[in-house]
């Protein structure tokens, strides 16, 4: 059994302040392709501000919030892994339309007896917001207040497993060229 915690509670600046989680790429809003993603999961949790996506069912969604809001991904994912209760934890963020199944099975099966997995992107650049990570572990690696601190910083001393990604999988957008 894995859990699913979705960080989605950026502001989107480099977007025009534009809700990410609604954006759509190739004719699927953003969020719905990292949903169809952790399709699998026993429990998703959404970080961020509850809200409609339009053509996403969204029901079976649990939704989070760090207090106060706009702490960081490091903040939101203290959040999201609050409201989980399986061993493992795949963490991703929303603006990932190139993640699929396969990406975080791969990241799920490189746990195997390990701290965690993240993404590795054709640079070499670990995707700190791509990862699956035993859930006991992961909570005892986030400081007391995680508000502003940097994923990489909490994460990395865990010495996760790196996984190449396959090509598109650590694709993001962020800004309109991204589009």
């Not at 977007?15 to 399709?39: M, Y």
């Not at 099966?109 to 390990?114: I, L, Q, R, T, Y």
């Amino acid at each position: 059994m894995w859990s699913a915690v979705v960080l989605a509670g950026g502001r989107g600046s480099r977007l025009g302040g534009v809700d990410k989680a609604s954006v759509v790429v190739d004719g699927r809003p953003l969020l719905g392709h990292v949903l169809d993603a952790v399709a699998g999961a026993a429990e998703t949790v959404v970080v961020g501000p509850p809200r409609d996506v339009p053509g996403l069912d969204l029901s079976g969604v649990r939704w989070a919030r760090e207090e106060p809001p706009g702490g960081g991904p490091l903040a939101g994912l203290a959040a999201g892994l609050a409201r989980v209760t399986s061993d493992v934890v795949v963490v991703l963020a929303v603006d990932q339309p190139g993640l699929t199944r396969s990406t975080v099975d791969r990241l799920r099966s490189a746990v195997d007896g390990g701290a965690g997995a993240v993404l590795v992107d054709d640079a070499g650049r670990a995707q700190w917001l791509t990862g699956a990570w035993r859930a006991d572990l992961l909570r005892a690696a986030l400081p007391a207040d995680p508000h502003g601190a940097s994923m990489r910083s909490a994460l990395g001393p865990l010495g996760p497993v790196r996984v190449p990604a396959l090509p598109g999988e650590a694709r993001d957008v962020d800004t309109p060229a991204d589009l």
